[in-house]
């Protein structure tokens, strides 16, 4: 075991109607001007803005909305945001939505009190120690920002996707009411198991020591993620299953499953990023292409960890058994596995590889990740 | 899924050397002045107590030193320590041991800031909601008290043995440094072993639903328990093994194997506990000898998980082989399966059941945990 600290302040309010109290909740917080951040008009006609704005009305909560946030969330956003909330003078964020609209409003909640350009604290220009207070009613389970300290933006002038992170950025309180996760798109609901799965393989796979524990945390999420995906492709009103997913994409990114762990790296998601900053492809989908890619590549690297995998989670013996088991599963759900699906051809490998390039040191992976490397791996994936 | 709040603001800082950090950790948080509590005067002649006094007077952090808190902690001594904070006007206390000192000292910190008598909050008579700050050096691995909110201690005047709970009793901080568990001797490794498992399995099979993700944790857990009990009784060095234990001690009872569980109970604790205010028993012994008489008992009211559990852990078929399974690898480790191993006879039985039964509501076992229930429980264990 690896010393670590673990340290997650983040109250989670999870189930049926919790929504409903976020105003109470937020009010016994101090909480008396808001910023509510979303995404589409999608919660305005389904009834979840006028559920919140009530919740908070009802404890005298002054609100100031802030829509239109998208997926793979832009920097020019946030500093639009960071503008809203310092000219309302809010002394707390609210996002209503998935990952994405929760990591721009971490973004916005740092830049307010910083005195530079948000970017600055992305590109270790600047630092920060302080934020907003971050709350968060989640419509999307996917991407763990629910319960974890960071957020990834991207940047469209500089094609880059970096992340932030600071213990200042906990959420205070998350809202996960699974039944919120209904009007997902099936889409959405296949590329959110593809992310989970990548939260849950990086550590497993690249850790230099990881420990039986950890392992076997990592392998009861993804088991979960596989049969509640299956469960909630063949019946959406699942709500038992769709609760099980949903605390499983939280538990695969709030640190659990990976404490103690040695030496671990995020070579999938450094390569995704390059994906979804050059050619905007939804998270999930670069990931259910990357995954299967990366494997090939590096199993003879660890391989006992990857007949593991092959083992605990499809039954199957042999690295290469397990990986094409995986990448069969994707295909069976209907996430891409191909960069082809995504409308990406061989011609654009320089310029991924080179976008992957610029941003080693955050993922971990200065070291074997050369830009013939990268190659292979996008060879694999065509 | 059952509606669940989680929020669990304990920092762990775990791994080699931590304990030489304490002084500066609480620094950072503003004690200026601390009961520093511990059970024998091992850490006197160890070098603990001078590794945690220097780390404190290094911050210029007072020391007022309160030893001699015994296992089955009791509320005398409970007392004491409120009268020596209150008479010292320390600003928190620091517990430098196991789950007993641990308990006793979040005692103290509701205590200190109660008006009555601290066995009050025990009863329900007093409550509370603040409490002096709390932070821990772990010595001994089990109880998972150093990441959650509640507290055991036995009343040595009325034989109950009564448990507080708040958001308040939070450790702050608790120090996970496995090396300090190697002078924990033989018995109480496999005691350890067995109050793990016992927390790990109350709503495991007690739950009237317990999703597949909440019982694949639950089986991480005790499957690491066992497989690492072995590796420390093969090779008390293995300090990776000692790791793994330890946190798997940690994360049994930090919530995060039952959180999402619905409607389950502490039958197993409840009977114990009242061997343990009764007779001084071990409360990791008395668990593994309470154990295999309740499943005995239990087994047909939930035959699907037991099922499961004699697969899952132990790889046979069936429930009464998995219950046998379990009982046979307690007797492997040298735990006790036998009441006449902790020195219990039938005419012990009546003083026992009345015992429990004064405090079922607590362990939400009001409803089928007749006199006779548990007498026949009780008779298995003969």
Known sequence: MQNFTYYVPTRIEFGTGKEQQIGAMMAAQG???VLLCYGSERIMHDGLFATVSQSLAAEGIELVAFGGIISNPVISKVREGIAVA??????????VGGGSVLDSVKAMAAGVTYGGDVWDLFTGKGQFDSALPVYAVMTLAATGSEMNASA???NEDTHEKLFIGSVALYPKISVINPALTRSVPRDYLVYSAADIIAHSIEAYFTASQHPNLQSRLVESVIKTVIETTELLLANPQDDDARGQ????ATLALNGITFAGAAGFSYPNHAIEHSLSALFNVPHGAGLSVVMPAWMKWYHSRNPQQFARFADKIFGVQGAEAGIAALEAWFVKIGTPVRLSQLGIKESDFAA???NVRGNVTGFGIADIYTEAVIGEILHNAL
Do not use: C, G, N
């Open 352 to 354: 991924i590889t080179a």
């Open 31 to 33: 909480v008396r001007k």
């Open 245 to 248: 997913f949903a605390w499983a």
């Open 152 to 154: 990834v933006v991207s």
């Open 86 to 95: 310092r000219e309302h003078q809010v002394d707390a964020i609210l996002a």
